[in-house]
């Protein structure tokens, strides 16, 4: 039974259209995350949140928006969508916000392929 | 330079064989957590240390947060160990090790 569930699993999208993302957590966490991840970059974190209402951005942080509606749900928006979007995202979500990685637990990914 | 620093990039290992990984941090953490990203792209997480050193099974970690790095041991390697493995420092990831287990 998984704790962190991702839609779509896989996508393709046109360059310019939006695209969301989502991701919703059943481990009552207060911080969720997303990352994309590339090869030769490991994984590198886009947006987060502390809680409902919350979202803070992350190293890269440009050509996406975030929205925490809930404690079980964070997206990530892609408002103008580009080809060099183009990776595996990935969310996370982890314990309270003193333990910032403490307990995380991920999604399987979403392919998004933009073309 | 990057929070997380992983090594080695790359590790060939025989089956039954042992090795370390190491991941070092440009600052002080208040704990590491290790992952392991197998074949279908799932990341699984490994261990979560505060300080010191956890074990489970053939696996054993140890972080020290004053000296900022910590270590990940496997021992009596099995095909399906292979995979990537990942350390974070807090919300920082490093670009990880891939580990290759051969029979």
């Known amino acids: 039974e998984a704790a962190v569930t991702q839609s779509p699993r896989n996508k393709v999208a046109v360059t310019g259209g939006k695209v969301t993302l989502s991701c919703n957590q059943t481990?009552?966490?207060?911080?969720m995350y997303w990352y994309r991840q590339d090869t030769g970059h490991g994984l590198r974190l886009i947006h987060y949140s502390y809680g409902a209402g919350s979202t803070e951005k992350g190293d890269i942080p440009d050509g996406y928006k975030a929205s925490r509606p809930s404690q079980e749900n964070f997206s990530l928006i892609l408002e103008l969508a580009t080809p060099s979007q183009t990776s595996v995202y990935f969310c996370?979500?982890?314990?309270?916000?003193?333990?910032?990685?403490?307990?995380?637990?991920f999604g399987s990914g979403t392919r998004l392929l933009v073309i | 330079g990057m929070p997380v620093e992983q090594n080695p990039p790359a590790l060939s290992l025989y089956e039954g064989a042992e090795s370390g990984l190491r991941c070092n941090f440009s600052t002080t953490m208040k704990g590491v957590q290790w992952f392991q990203q197998n074949h279908r792209g799932r990341l699984i997480t490994l261990f979560y240390l505060a300080q010191g050193t956890k074990e489970n099974g053939r696996l054993k970690s140890t972080f020290n947060s004053k000296e900022r790095y910590s270590t990940l041991h496997i021992k009596d390697a099995q095909l399906e160990d292979s995979g990537t493995y990942f350390c974070a420092g807090r919300i920082f990831f490093g670009d990880g090790t891939q580990l290759v287990v051969k029979p």
């Open positions: 481990n009552n966490h207060n911080n």
């Open positions: 996370a979500s982890g314990g309270p916000r003193d333990k910032t990685n403490s307990d995380y637990t």
